[in-house]
């Protein structure tokens, strides 16, 4: 059983995702390859095999784990199921595979992790995004990724129907605590972005205190970043905001509090969890049967 989420997905950049399966298939593979594998399955081996969810989630990297086999052996024939952003119950079939069997043992493994994390964060995210559903406020993602693998898991943010923050520290500023200590203040903070910045770029500010965000309104920006409130205070700071930029939480998001902070008002809420806390969505791939020889059905 699937249920889908009704919003366009963006689309990982093909070769980024090659790059990073070959990366991890010579991780797994070594000098030697899969001596396993090569030691006790025939070479003409022909396997017929299936993916299937072993608990309710949701679905992200279906491309990457079809990439994985394909690059390991372009001869395996991948057949999505479903698609990402779909819901799934626990035995739901999301691909079917078939192709040389060595290959697809070797590749296996590299092709569930990037599907089990991927699959794990977009299901953490639908959950926030449930918890809020009906105040207005968006779930948003940070900067607290797996080096290497940000596009990757910012795209599973986006399967689970969550919105990414900034991709990097290039393509939108973003004033924090340091920044203001060391620039000297708030105003001169932003008035130094304002200077240094297209008027393309979006520039955003952190605050601790609405002492602090009455001194920002003094100097218009597009987002204000309210650090480690607590509802009340976040209602009273929107209320102060009253619609001049937007307003983002965040500090110490839970699945616990993540409902009250949405009523506060703000549009944003950013949550590190998402993809630094999200537990692996459990994938098996199981063998329906192996032949030898080659076969054309899949």
């Given at each position: 059983m699937t249920n889908k989420i009704s919003r366009n997905l963006p689309v990982l950049p093909h070769g980024l995702v090659v790059a990073a399966v070959r990366a991890a298939l010579d991780e797994d593979l070594g000098l030697a390859g899969?001596?396993?594998?090569?030691?006790?399955?025939p070479a003409d081996a022909h396997a017929?095999?299936?993916?299937?969810?072993r608990k309710p989630g949701v679905v992200s990297g279906l491309d990457v784990a079809e990439i994985a086999f394909s690059e390991f052996d372009s001869s395996i024939r991948f057949a999505r199921a479903i698609n990402d952003g779909d819901s799934v119950t626990a035995g739901t079939v999301v691909a079917r595979i078939e192709g040389p069997a060595r290959a697809?043992?070797?590749?296996?493994?590299?092709?569930?992790?990037?599907?089990?994390?991927?699959?794990?964060i977009a299901t953490l995210t639908r959950r926030y995004v449930d918890a809020v559903a009906g105040t207005g406020a968006r779930i948003v993602d940070t900067r607290k990724t797996?080096?290497?693998?940000?596009?990757?898991e910012k795209y599973a943010?986006?399967?689970?129907?969550?919105?990414?923050?900034?991709?990097?520290?290039?393509d939108a500023?973003?004033?924090?605590?340091?920044?203001?200590?060391?620039?000297?203040?708030?105003?001169?903070?932003?008035?130094?972005?304002?200077?240094?910045?297209?008027?393309?770029?979006?520039?955003?500010?952190?605050?601790?205190?609405?002492?602090?965000?009455?001194?920002?309104?003094?100097?218009p920006v597009d987002c204000v970043l309210l650090d480690n409130m607590?509802?009340?205070?976040?209602a009273k700071a929107v209320q102060l905001v009253s619609g001049r930029c937007l307003t983002e939480a965040s500090g110490g998001?839970?699945?616990?509090?993540?409902?009250?902070?949405?009523?506060?008002?703000?549009?944003?809420?950013?949550?590190?969890?998402?993809?630094?806390?999200?537990?692996?969505?459990?994938?098996?791939?199981?063998f329906l049967a192996a032949t030898a020889g080659s076969s054309t059905e899949c």
């Amino acid at each position: 059983m699937t249920n889908k989420i009704s919003r366009n997905l963006p689309v990982l950049p093909h070769g980024l995702v090659v790059a990073a399966v070959r990366a991890a298939l010579d991780e797994d593979l070594g000098l030697a390859g899969d001596i396993t594998t090569n030691a006790t399955i025939p070479a003409d081996a022909h396997a017929k095999a299936v993916i299937a969810a072993r608990k309710p989630g949701v679905v992200s990297g279906l491309d990457v784990a079809e990439i994985a086999f394909s690059e390991f052996d372009s001869s395996i024939r991948f057949a999505r199921a479903i698609n990402d952003g779909d819901s799934v119950t626990a035995g739901t079939v999301v691909a079917r595979i078939e192709g040389p069997a060595r290959a697809v043992l070797s590749a296996e493994r590299v092709a569930l992790n990037f599907l089990g994390r991927m699959s794990g964060i977009a299901t953490l995210t639908r959950r926030y995004v449930d918890a809020v559903a009906g105040t207005g406020a968006r779930i948003v993602d940070t900067r607290k990724t797996t080096p290497g693998l940000r596009a990757f898991e910012k795209y599973a943010v986006r399967c689970g129907g969550g919105f990414n923050h900034r991709v990097g520290l290039f393509d939108a500023v973003l004033i924090k605590d340091n920044h203001i200590v060391a620039a000297g203040g708030i105003a001169p903070a932003i008035r130094a972005a304002k200077a240094a910045v297209g008027h393309m770029t979006k520039i955003e500010i952190e605050v601790d205190t609405l002492d602090q965000l009455e001194l920002v309104l003094r100097e218009p920006v597009d987002c204000v970043l309210l650090d480690n409130m607590n509802p009340a205070t976040l209602a009273k700071a929107v209320q102060l905001v009253s619609g001049r930029c937007l307003t983002e939480a965040s500090g110490g998001v839970t699945l616990e509090t993540v409902n009250a902070i949405a009523k506060s008002g703000v549009d944003l809420i950013s949550v590190g969890a998402l993809t630094h806390s999200a537990p692996v969505f459990d994938f098996g791939l199981d063998f329906l049967a192996a032949t030898a020889g080659s076969s054309t059905e899949c």
